[in-house]
């Protein structure tokens, strides 16, 4: 049985691993440590993603805001084409539903100037197979944008090989023991060790934290259906922009000369390798058709994604305040791909300060307000406080 050592063991090949890992590469000597045979199989590789400075609560939102650089201006040889394409997210309500509309806007607002209100007949205008009576008039944020998930999950792990880090496929954690100042982690194929663990296993957080001795976060992994269908014929459909309506029954979305669509569901299950519920995608379908013209006869392909959210939304990132050296960046709820680059940049930066370092300062981020820490009541620790 083989043993390595490295200055970080990421536990996870997700987005939210392999980001971490990227930035900590450029310093440090990093082994990833992903259980499937692929990376970003089972949330990652699975989600619709939109980037949306609106979306999601305040340290998400202050997160995601940290990576828009990175995403509009990636590294030269981080990857063949942009991560960002024009896309648009517009919300639309039906009648009685103005005040949540209202809200919407102001939270949208917040946070993007790049906003219009539209009343009926400008929605009904912009998408025409909406379904006149069933609209009062929609908030179109023109700036959310579609991203290339593929190209940045590859383009994290590739620098982080390229920077010296190596990632270990079909290595499932078996067990976990501490002692001397490092971490032993068992895998089927090796021991691999290192002083701090990075806990990056998305719906199985929880799972890995038990083995480190950790107390669990209340980590709730949540099915989110999907499934593509066929567009109407004779309606160029390529430059709609995702469209849901505010209470969130189905969302749809142009992909690839098909149209994706979702019933935005957030159903509580065990961390597995999760399918589609036909009564989901049955759901989708009925409110699709009731609120749309569309017709939807048989969808091409159906599938669904674990999004794993702790009792208050937020992300998890920070040390353990009980297990030394070990380190959460879990909790990504719907919001990982689009805080990847900010998230892993600042866990990273945590990670790095060095023994004593306080939480770096950065715009908006509080750092109690995602440390693992605000779940056992005992005060946000400092790096320093795991050595």
């Known amino acids: ?26 310093q440090a000597r990093v082994i990833v440590l992903e259980a499937e045979p692929q990376p970003g199989y089972h949330s990652t590789g699975r ?19 940290a990576g828009i650089d990175f995403f509009r201006n990636p590294p030269a040889g981080f990857c063949e084409h942009p991560l960002l394409s024009p896309r648009g997210a517009f919300v639309f309500a039906g009648p009685g539903q103005e005040a949540e509309l209202d809200a ?8 993007s100037s790049v906003v219009r209100r539209l009343d009926a007949r400008q929605a009904l205008e912009f998408l025409p197979v909406l379904r006149p009576g069933q609209v009062i008039g929609g908030v179109l944020e023109e700036d959310a944008s579609d991203i290339d998930v593929d190209a940045l999950l590859q383009g994290f792990l590739r620098g982080t090989r390229q920077q010296g880090g190596r990632t270990v496929y079909d290595a499932a954690v ?5 002692a001397g100042g490092l971490w032993s982690v068992n895998t089927a194929g090796g021991v691999y060790r290192a002083p701090v663990v990075v806990n990056a296993a998305g719906a199985w957080a929880d799972a890995v934290a038990r083995m480190a001795g950790a107390d669990p976060v209340g980590l ?46 957030a159903d509580p299950v065990a961390p597995h390798d999760v399918q589609a519920e036909e009564l989901d995608i049955a759901i989708a379908i009925d409110n699709i058709e009731r609120m749309t013209t569309l017709r939807i006869r048989r969808p091409t392909h159906v599938w669904a ?16 305040p009980r297990a030394p ?3 959460w960046a879990a909790g990504q709820g719907g919001y990982g791909i689009q805080s990847a680059p900010g998230a892993g940049r600042y866990y ?8 004593g370092a306080a939480p770096p300062a950065w715009p908006g981020v509080d750092p109690a307000r995602i440390s693992p820490a605000r779940f056992t009541g005992i005060d946000h620790p400092a790096a320093g406080d795991h050595a």
């Not at 989600?47 to 805001?65: H, I, K, N």
């Not at 992994?221 to 593509?228: I, N, Q, W, Y």
């Not at 567009?231 to 969302?251: C, K, N, Q």
Request: glycine content about 12%; some cysteine.
């Open 348 to 355: 990273a930066s945590m990670l790095l300060g060095g023994d």
């Open 104 to 111: 919407h806007e102001a939270s949208v607002r917040a946070t």
């Open 220 to 265: 709730v992994p949540k099915r989110r259906s999907a499934f593509l269908f066929a567009p109407p014929e004779g309606i160029a459909s390529s430059h709609w922009p995702l469209f849901v309506d505010v209470r969130e029954s189905f969302y749809i979305k142009p992909d690839a000369g098909m149209l994706l669509g979702s019933p935005c569901n």
């Open 47 to 65: 989600s619709a993603a939109l980037f949306m400075e609106s979306y999601g609560p305040d340290q998400v939102r202050a997160l995601t805001r």
């Open 305 to 320: 994604g674990l999004r794993s959210f702790v009792a208050d939304g937020e992300l998890v990132g920070g040390y353990d």
């Open 325 to 327: 050296g070990f380190f």
């Open 174 to 178: 078996t067990g976990m023991t501490y």
């Open 1 to 26: 049985m083989s043993h390595e050592t490295a200055d970080f063991i990421v536990i996870g090949a997700g987005i939210g691993g392999a980001s971490v890992a990227y930035w900590l590469a450029r």
